[in-house]
């Protein structure tokens, strides 16, 4: 059905768009070497939620879930890295 | 289903884990007062990229989609307010 077409295309972008949102973050840091406002607590916790996420996905067989989810946490946790080394 | 109601579980606890993982993110900037390293970038795509997450539950009358972006949309806005605040 070219709605259901229409639908996916819809989750995709919003997908690709939340999980390339840790990009400029990820730039920013790079950039100033600074993460100390950025919470722990956030990326940790998306971290774990997304990981749900992945399962609920594997449950589902919903790639665009699983795909949106595994790109987050991986963004997620070089970004982790990223400020446990700025802040030595 | 039993099976149904197990994912729908699953579902819900990811989706609240990454909604609340934005709570500890405030509660940081509220405590220092700063939010400097945190980019707009990151809040802004979110939040776009969330309304999108909306219009797909709303097309596939999924509650917790909804409801999970609705309230992580509020909570980012929260935190672009505060670090506009913060900035002057």
């Known amino acids: 059905m070219i709605e259901d077409y229409w639908v996916s295309v819809l989750g995709i972008v919003a997908a690709a768009l939340v999980t390339s949102s840790f990009l400029p973050q990820i730039i920013r840091g790079y950039r100033t070497k600074k993460l100390g406002d950025v919470s722990y607590w956030l990326m940790t916790m998306i971290c774990v939620g997304m990981s749900l996420w992945i399962v609920y996905g ?21 970004l982790l890295i990223m400020k446990r080394k700025y802040a030595n």
């Not at 665009?64 to 946490?73: H, L, M």
């Open 58 to 78: 594997m449950v589902k067989h919903d790639f665009v879930i699983i795909g949106a989810n595994v790109s987050t946490i991986i963004l997620n946790v070089v």
